[in-house]
């Protein structure tokens, strides 16, 4: 998984979006992900159709810059989506696309695997469009992501890796929480070139208490 996208800005005017879940919480994940929506975005489960929106979000060199090579062809990423629904039929991983509340265009995709059986620890990754970059939608997406992860899939450690050159993108995982835990030198590789990968982790508890204070700041 990589971690990719340009520091949103933030917007102290804006209040704190609300945070919808469709279907209802009893459905299990692993059958159907659930719709998931703030004032600006949506996520919902990836689906063969989405290949050539994600294709082109990936295919923009800024976007692909500090992340493996993506696919080149629309099959790759029709390989890659039946990938990940086996993977979430197992318990084991999870895709969501994101797209413009309303709109319904991609701008961007995140996701989730485990570490560990039973999701305790696990990993996440993301990557946006440009033309989303500096807008907030990231954030948005985030937060509804992170919720769903410790609320309902049952992670109590999340992780995420950034090539150092990605300032932006530690920048990005520093405001939602996340805490920088070390440096993994030289473990991503990229067209024959061996990069430095930053450790960040972000904790369940710590997660629900800083929207617990949130909350009592926005009220």
């Not at 300032?167 to 070390?182: D, N, P, T």
């Not at 960040?200 to 929207?211: D, G």
């Amino acid at each position: 998984m990589a971690t990719m996208l340009r520091t949103p800005r933030v917007e102290t005017r804006r209040s704190r979006p609300k945070l919808s879940v469709v279907p209802p919480p009893q459905v299990d994940w692993r059958m159907a992900l659930p719709v998931l929506r703030s004032e600006r975005v949506e996520l919902r489960e990836a689906r063969v159709a989405d290949a050539a929106a994600l294709l082109a979000v990936l295919a923009d060199a800024e976007v692909n810059r500090f992340v493996s090579a993506p696919p080149k062809a629309t099959a790759g990423f029709e390989q890659f989506i039946a990938g990940t629904a086996r993977l979430q039929a197992a318990g084991q991983a999870l895709c969501y696309v994101v797209t413009r509340r309303g709109e319904g265009d991609v701008i961007g995709m995140l996701q989730l695997r485990q570490l560990e059986p039973g999701f305790r620890v696990a990993e996440w990754g993301f990557a946006f469009a440009a033309a989303s970059w500096g807008t907030g939608l990231f954030a948005e997406a985030a937060e509804l992501l992170l919720s769903f992860a410790f609320d309902r899939v049952g992670v109590q450690r999340l992780e995420g890796r950034v090539v150092t050159l990605n300032g932006r993108g530690m920048r990005a995982l520093q405001k939602l929480g996340a805490v920088q835990e070390g440096v993994l030198r030289r473990s991503f590789n990229r067209d024959g070139a061996d990069f430095d990968q930053a450790l960040y982790a972000l904790l369940a508890v710590e997660w629900r208490a800083s929207r617990r204070v949130a909350s009592q700041m926005v009220h």
